[in-house]
C-alpha cells in the first residue's frame, strides 16, 4: 500500500491497513503479486477537506440591527417587511466547493465569487436570522447570532 509491503497474505486474500489522510488530494495505491509472478494495481484518490466553511454579512453588518419601521394607520396595518441580506461565502483550501446555502430556510445560490444577496421577510419586533452553509465535504457552519429587530 502506497510502496510499504504489508504482508503475506494467506486464504481468503484479506488484509487490513489504517492510512492517515492529509487534508487536500490523497493518492492510495494497492498492488499485489501471487506466487505466480502475476501483478495488480489499484490507484484510488480520496480528497479530505473538514474545514467548514466561512461566513461573511456585509448587510446589515451589525450582529443585532435595529430598524425603525413607522405604523401605518388602522386598517392599512401590513407587518410583513422584506429585508435585503447580502455577503459572501468562502470555502477554505483545501476546497470541495459550496454545496448549500440557507438563510432561515430559503436556499440560495452563490455567485460564482462566493458572494450572495437575498431578501428575507420579516415581522415587527426581534427577528432572528439563521445561516446554514455545508460544502461538499458536509462540512457545516449555522450561524445563528444575526438578530433584525423592527421598531
Do not use: C, W
Not at 503479486?33 to 502475476?38: I, L, P, V
Not at 420579516?122 to 465535504?137: S, T
Amino acid at each position: 500500500v502506497n510502496g510499504d509491503e504489508i504482508l503475506e497474505v494467506m486464504g481468503g486474500g484479506s488484509f487490513n491497513r489504517t492510512i492517515i489522510l492529509k487534508e487536500g488530494q490523497n493518492n492510495i495505491s494497492v498492488s499485489t503479486k501471487d506466487r505466480s509472478g502475476n501483478t495488480s494495481e489499484i490507484v484510488q484518490n480520496l480528497f479530505l477537506d473538514t474545514v467548514k466553511p466561512i461566513l461573511t454579512v456585509t448587510e446589515p453588518a451589525q450582529q443585532i440591527y435595529n430598524r425603525l419601521e413607522p405604523r401605518r394607520p388602522p386598517g392599512m396595518e401590513i407587518d410583513k417587511f422584506q429585508q435585503t441580506i447580502r455577503g459572501v461565502i468562502i470555502d477554505p483550501e483545501p476546497s470541495s466547493g459550496i454545496k448549500r446555502i440557507s438563510i432561515n430556510g430559503k436556499e440560495i445560490q452563490p455567485n460564482s465569487d462566493g458572494s450572495f444577496e437575498t431578501s428575507i421577510i420579516l415581522r415587527r419586533g426581534v427577528n432572528n436570522v439563521h445561516f446554514i452553509v455545508e460544502d461538499l465535504a458536509g462540512n457545516i457552519l449555522r450561524d445563528n447570532t444575526k438578530k433584525i429587530r423592527i421598531i
